[in-house]
C-alpha cells in the first residue's frame, strides 16, 4: 500500500539485518558450540553441521564485499580443530557488528524519511491521514508470520528464513522460484 511503500526499503533492510544477527547468527553460534563440545570431549564434528557452516559462511562471504572467513578449513573435518572454530567465532563477530550497522543505518534513514514527511503541520496531518487509511496491523502480522513461533528451520545445508517472508527476495531465478510473500517475482 501506499503508506508501508515509503518505508519498505528501510523496513527490508532492518528486518533482515535483524533476523541476521538475533536468529541466523545464535543458530550458527548453536552449530559451532555443539562441535566445539564434540571436538573436546573427542569426537569427530558432524559432517551435516559443517556442511551447514560452510554454506552459509559461504554465502555471506559472497554477499558482502571483505568478509573472509575459514570457508576452505570446514570443508574437511579432518582440518577442523578448536582454531578454526576461533576463527569461525571471530568471523561470527564480525557478522554482529556489519549487522548492527545496517540496522542503525536503515533505522536512520526511516527516521529521516519520517521526518521529512512531518516536516510541517500540513505534511503531518497527510501522514497520519495515510497511515490510518492504509496501516492494516491484521494483514501485517499476516504477511511477517509474526504469530509463527518458528523463525528459522534448517533445511539441508541452509537456514531457511520464515519470520518477514514479505521482506524476503527470491533467491532462485526460476519462475516459480519466489515465494507467495516475495515483494517481486522473476518472470523469465
Known amino acids: 500500500n501506499a503508506y508501508e511503500r515509503q518505508f519498505y526499503e528501510e523496513d527490508q533492510r532492518m ?11 545464535r543458530e ?23 556442511a551447514l557452516l560452510h554454506a552459509e559462511l559461504e554465502r555471506e562471504a559472497e554477499r558482502i564485499e ?9 570443508k574437511d573435518p579432518g582440518s577442523v580443530d578448536l ?14 557488528q556489519h549487522y548492527r550497522s545496517i540496522y542503525r543505518s536503515a533505522e536512520r534513514a526511516k527516521e529521516d524519511r519520517v521526518q521529512s514527511l512531518t516536516a510541517t503541520p ?13 496501516r492494516n496491523e491484521s ?16 533445511v539441508n545445508d541452509e537456514l531457511v528464513r520464515k519470520s518477514d517472508p514479505i521482506y524476503s527476495d527470491p533467491v532462485d531465478r526460476s519462475l516459480l522460484g519466489a515465494h507467495f510473500y516475495a515483494p517481486f517475482k522473476w518472470l523469465a
Open 28 to 50: 550458527l553460534r548453536n552449530v559451532v558450540s555443539g562441535i566445539r563440545q564434540g571436538l573436546e570431549s573427542g569426537a569427530s564434528p558432524p559432517a551435516a553441521d559443517l
Open 15 to 25: 528486518r533482515t539485518a535483524n533476523w541476521r544477527k538475533d536468529l541466523w547468527l
Open 66 to 74: 571483505g568478509f573472509d572467513p575459514p570457508i576452505s578449513s570446514l
Open 122 to 134: 500540513a505534511l503531518k496531518r497527510a501522514y497520519f491521514t495515510l497511515m490510518d487509511a492504509q
Open 83 to 96: 582454531e578454526v572454530l576461533r576463527e569461525v567465532d571471530a568471523s561470527l563477530d564480525l557478522l554482529v
Open 139 to 154: 494483514l501485517a502480522e499476516f504477511v511477517t508470520n509474526k504469530n509463527d513461533l518458528t523463525m528459522i528451520v534448517r
